[in-house]
T-cell receptor, first 119, second 116 residues
Framework: ETGVTQTPRHLVMGMTNKKSLKCEQH?????MYWYKQSAKKPLELMFV???????ENNSVPSRFSPECPNSSHLFLHLHTLQPEDSALYLC??????????????????FGPGTRLTVL | AQSVAQPEDQVNVAEGNPLTVKCTYS??????LFWYVQYPNRGLQFLLK??????LVKGSYGFEAEFNKSQTSFHLKKPSALVSDSALYFC??????????????FGGGTRLMVKP
């Protein structure tokens, strides 16, 4: 798990708090992803960044705000969350070949996740 | 649109017996297919992938998967299960001509329980 790291591993926050999740990849990849994993629900893709540009925003509420300052780092800023936002948040990275977007066979590698509890 | 189905929520198998975790997919073009495993309180770990070529793909920890285009399936198999194989398994697919970002669609997951 040293390829993709996530901090913190556990986070408990109130509905009025503001917090941030951090993801860092050490694999030299140029695409990064945020997923939400809730109990008894399929893995939900939230955001995708390719070459530091957001290429997918999967109808995620505005209380989740991603930031990708460079190809190695990805943040998820959280504010005024709801209890139903409690979940495991997973970060992943892969190589997305440009200038042919999407024509990549490379694998997504995942971090260990941040277990978020919203009280 | 692409989709993945894992028809079994849970698979139970005795240690030493062969195991199969089922996956079927739907894509508009040729698929790239992946299997991941998730242990408790951990992220997803890559097991194997099918891109092209031989329909039988070998991966980590003795797992293999067989791509069957006519049945649109990519079942995960292992000849002899170990208790330590007990985990949550996810199948994923992407269309070869996908959008930027190499986006995958995941199945709902299958919990594998291997009993001593």
């Amino acid at each position: 798990e040293t390829g993709v790291t996530q901090t913190p591993r556990h986070l408990v926050m109130g509905m009025t708090n503001k917090k941030s999740l951090k993801c860092e990849q050490h694999l030299g990849h140029n695409a990064m992803y945020w997923y939400k994993q809730s109990a008894k629900k399929p893995l939900e893709l939230m955001f995708v960044y390719s070459l530091e540009e957001r290429v997918e925003n999967n109808s995620v509420p505005s209380r989740f705000s991603p930031e990708c300052p460079n190809s190695s780092h990805l943040f998820l800023h959280l504010h005024t969350l709801q209890p139903e936002d409690s979940a495991l948040y997973l970060c992943a990275s892969s190589q997305d070949w440009a200038p042919v977007p999407g024509f990549s066979t490379d694998t997504q590698y995942f971090g260990p996740g941040t277990r978020l509890t919203v009280l | 649109a692409q989709s993945v189905a894992q028809p079994e929520d849970q698979v139970n198998v005795a240690e030493g017996n062969p195991l199969t975790v089922k996956c079927t997919y739907s894509v508009s073009g040729n698929p790239y297919l992946f299997w991941y495993v998730q242990y408790p309180n951990r992220g997803l770990q890559f097991l194997l992938k099918y891109i092209t070529g031989d329909n039988l793909v070998k991966g980590s920890y003795g797992f293999e998967a067989e791509f069957n285009k006519s049945q649109t399936s990519f079942h995960l198999k292992k000849p002899s299960a170990l208790v330590s194989d007990s985990a949550l398994y996810f199948c994923a697919v992407r269309d070869r001509w996908g959008n930027a970002g190499n986006m995958l669609t995941f199945g709902g997951g299958t919990r594998l329980m291997v009993k001593p």
